[in-house]
DNA sequence: TACGTTTGCCTAATGGTCTTAGGCAAATTA
DNA sequence: TAATTTGCCTAAGACCATTAGGCAAACGTA
């Protein structure tokens, strides 16, 4: 038989492109036949429904996401490790804007649980190893992170730090340097 | 003449409403028309299209989150006022999703200049007046605690959390005694 | 009280969306 | 070469956003 799947792969790239074009949330199954040229109709034997090719499009971008992160941690550890990890995310976030968007959307739990989401957490996880935390308190420092990474190139994006000095790009090294000083002197838990 | 203005923002508050019931990017004119027992073409008088309706109700959350902000700071200082503003945020999130996703909506510059959001960064530069920042780190720790209380609210929304241990309540207080310690020990710039 | 205005809804119509069903020609496999 | 699969098509139903034009009730005013 014809190997099926591919085609069904071009379809979700072509979606992710499109969405650094126009924005996640204006992909849809219309917009996305006419950038492919083909009938609106002709989608749906490679995509379940819009649900379906917005869920893949998310799937691909925490996989690339997670690979961009990967390797910018490789052979480096501390306030170094720390810089080029959240670069990672936030250099992804302005070359693929529409991708970023989807790599939040929300997904149900299985699917979540088969995504690369599992990936950024055991990632984060290895990050943190080269600092010395109390092991109970590493969660809270993944989640902290999680936290900072993704709302402050959220805010960011939408042009929150654009009106107003200094610049965004000065005000990120700052906070990485005021994570990695947090991280090295952990407050001791009050409970 | 009749009082215009008046139906046009009980409208708005049903929108918010049904925000909080559906979730905010299922509000549109045709199901806040069913809500409200009328026709969709009949909202037409009240608000211009769907995106207007959108810009209003984020309009009324940010006013709305920036009162509960304000009122929870007012009379305190230091960890406790930043435990109390930052609950204040999470306490609405949970409360009312949909309208706290509609804060997040994404304004034209001009529009969000004539928002509350500006509120919100002054009343963030209030709490941090209870702490000793150099003056050019202010911005920066501004920007920070914007980041994470988004960041967090959001990722917890998500159910990021809600899949290990510890609980996420346990990890929320844990940051924000480690924001506390950060401010009150916010590293010198290296520039 | 009576009159003109405004309001808040309506129906009707246009053009766009998502989705399913069924068909057909070309490519692929055996 | 014959059978199967693929990738597209057209057609159709249901729903959505939006505009235009109309009508009755409520309102402010003289």
Redesign the pocket.
Known sequence: ????G???ER?VRAGAELADEIGFEQV????L??K???????????V????D?KTRIALLALEELADQASAAIAGRAGRDALGAFANAYRDYAFQHPGRFAAARFRLDAATAAASAGPRHSRMTRALLRGYDLPELQETHAVRLLGSVFNGYVELEMAGSFSHSAPSSEESWTEILDALDSLLRNWPASSS
């Not at 849809?28 to 917009?31: A, K």
């Not at 492919?36 to 490679?46: F, N, R, V, W």
């Open positions: 038989m014809a190997r099926a591919l085609a069904a379809v849809t199954p219309s917009e036949a006419r492919l040229g083909i009938k609106t109709a002709s989608l749906y034997s490679h379940k429904n819009a649900h090719l």
